[in-house]
C-alpha cells in the first residue's frame, strides 16, 4: 500500500520537472568540490565529477527539484542532498578507480545561469564550483589598482 | 585605505614635520615644535626659524608659505595582475556562508594601454610663536595628486589618487594640525612611519601615512653634550585610514576604538633609527549578526623598525672618491591583524571572518632596501629594492557533514626601482624613474594545493617638480 504513493509522487515529480531550469556543470580536477544551492525556484541540475576525490553539496527549496549526480573518483565519492519541494528526483551514481587532471591552470569565473549565480574556481588540483540564488551570492573583488 | 591608488609624488610635506624628520628630508627640523628645544623669546626676529618665516602683524605669530608642483608622465606595461576574489559559501550549518578567496589573473590591458599623465600639487602654511607652554604651531597642507585618464567613452578624466575612504576633499586637506610643546592635534603624519618609503619617486613596500590623531611627543636633544636627539611618541590616530576590508571576508562595525600607536627615534648627525607599534581593534560586522558569535572583535597588532645612514664616501675611500655623498635606508614591518601599517597593495584583508563569527587575523611583512647617491650637488640617482608577504587562512567549515573546507593563500611580491634626478636650477628638478614588480600567489583548499600564479611587469615615469 505505501508503495503505490511514492511511485506515483515520483512520477508526478519527473513529469514536472520537465519544466524546471535545467543546468549541467563539469568538473574533472583531483579535487572537486560542488555546493547547489539555487534557492526556491524548480531546478533540474547535473553534476558531473571526475577526480581523486569528489563532494557535492546539494540543497533545493523550489516547488520541484531534481538532481543528479554522476561521480568518478580514485579515492573518495561524497553527495549530500537535501530536497525540500513538492516533487523531488534524486540520481547519485558514485565509480571508483578514475583520476582527475592535476595543474589546472588558475582561473575564475563567473555568470548568471537560468539556474543562478554561477562561479567556478579552478586551480591546480582543485575545482570549487557554487551554484546559488538570488541574494545569497556574496561577492568581493580586490588586488592592485592600475 | 583599501582600493586607493598609491600616491606618485613629492614626498617633502609629508615626511616634514614628524619627530626627528628634519634628518632625513633635508627640511628645517622642527626646531620650533620641540617640546624641550630651546625657546626662542616671543620677540624674537623670525629668522629664528627659518629663512623663509616672516612676522604675521602684531599677532606675535611667525608664518611661512610654500607650495610645489610636479608633473609626470608614467607608463605601467602591465598586461595583467593578480586578482583576489572573495566569496561565501553556502553552509548548511550557517547563515553567514563559508568564506572562500580565490585567485586569479585579471587583465589590465585596457587601463594600462596608454602613458599615464599626472599632476601633485601641494600648497602649505605654517604659524608659529612661543607661549609660556613651548612653542604653538599651526600647520595646513593641501593636496590635489591625480591622473589624467581616458575612460571608455572617450575624452580626458582627472582621476584623484589621494581620495581618503572615496572622500576627495578627505584627500585634499594632506595635514591640518595644531602642536603646542609636544601635543598636536589634527590630520598629521602616522606615528607608525618611518621617515620615507625609500629613496625612490615612486612608493616602496612601506607605510606612509596621514590620518586625523591626538598625539604627544616628547623630545630630547643634545643628550648628553653631544648633538644626538632622542624622541617618543604615543598617538590616537583614526582607525579608517588602515582598515583593509572587502566586505565579504572582513567588514568593519562603524564604530571601534582609535588605533593606538607609539614610536620612539634616535637621531645623529649620521644616523637615524625608527621603532613603532600600533594596536589596531577589530569590530567585525561580515558575520557577526548571523550567529552570536563571542569572537567578533580582536586586535590586530604591527611593529616596525627603521634606520638610516648617511656617510660621506671621501671619509671612507679617501680624496678619491671626490666631494660625493649617500645614504642607505633598511625598514622593516610586520603585521598581524593590520595589513594596513604595511603599506603594500591591497592584497589581502586584516582578517578573515569565519561562518561562525570567528576572526582569523591576517599576517605579513614588507621591507625596503635604499641607497641613495649624490654625484653632485644637484645629481643623484636612488636604487630601492621592496618586498612583501602576506598569509590569509579561514578556519575549516563544513560543507556537509564530515566535508571540511577552509583556505589559505599567500601573496608573495618584491619591486625594484631605480631613479635619476637632477636639479636644473634652484627648486625645480627632473628626474626618470623605473620599476619592475615580481607578485606570486599560492593557496591551498581543504588540504589540497592549487597551482601558483605569477606576475611580472615593468613601469616607467619622467617628471618635472618645482618647489616654490
Known sequence: ?146 | MRGAKLLFGAITALCALTPLAGYAADVPAKTAASASAAAPEPTADCGVYGSKFFKLGDSGFCGKAGYDVMVFGAKDFAQSDIGLISQRLPSFEYAAGIPMLYYADRSFAQQTYYPRLGVDAQANFMAVRQTDFGALVGFVNIRAAGEFETPQYGGLAYEPSNAVNGSILQGLVDQAWVRLGGLEVGVQPSMFGFARWGYSIMPGYSSLVNTPAVSYTYRVDNVAGSNNSVSASFALEDPSRREMDDGVLASYAPTRAPDIVAQARFGSPTVLVHVGGALHQIRDEAAADCCGSPENSMWGEAATIGGEYRVKWSDVFGPAAGDTYGRFLLQGAVARGAIGYLGIPFFATDYVADADGDLRATTGYSAVASYEHLWTTTLKSSLTYSLFGTSETSGAELLAPDEPMWFDVKIRGSLLQGGIEDMVQPGLTIGVEGGYTWTTATGNYAGASSAPLSVGFANLAAYVRKVF
Do not use: W
Open chain 1, 1 to 146: 500500500m505505501l508503495r503505490i504513493p511514492a511511485v506515483l509522487g515520483l512520477l508526478v515529480g519527473a513529469s514536472c520537472a520537465a519544466s524546471a531550469q535545467e543546468l549541467t556543470l563539469t568538473q574533472r580536477a583531483d579535487h572537486n568540490y560542488a555546493l547547489i544551492a539555487p534557492g526556491s525556484v524548480s531546478t533540474d541540475v547535473t553534476i558531473k565529477q571526475t577526480g581523486q576525490t569528489n563532494a557535492t553539496m546539494s540543497v533545493q527549496t523550489g516547488p520541484i527539484n531534481e538532481i543528479d549526480v554522476d561521480q568518478r573518483a580514485k579515492s573518495a565519492n561524497t553527495a549530500y542532498v537535501n530536497q525540500l519541494g513538492a516533487a523531488n528526483v534524486a540520481t547519485i551514481t558514485q565509480q571508483y578507480d578514475f583520476g582527475g587532471v592535476p595543474g589546472m591552470t588558475p582561473g575564475y569565473s563567473s555568470q548568471q545561469t537560468n539556474v543562478g549565480f554561477l562561479s567556478e574556481f579552478n586551480s591546480g588540483g582543485v575545482s570549487i564550483l557554487a551554484l546559488t540564488g538570488p541574494g545569497s551570492t556574496l561577492i568581493g573583488n580586490f588586488g592592485r589598482t592600475h
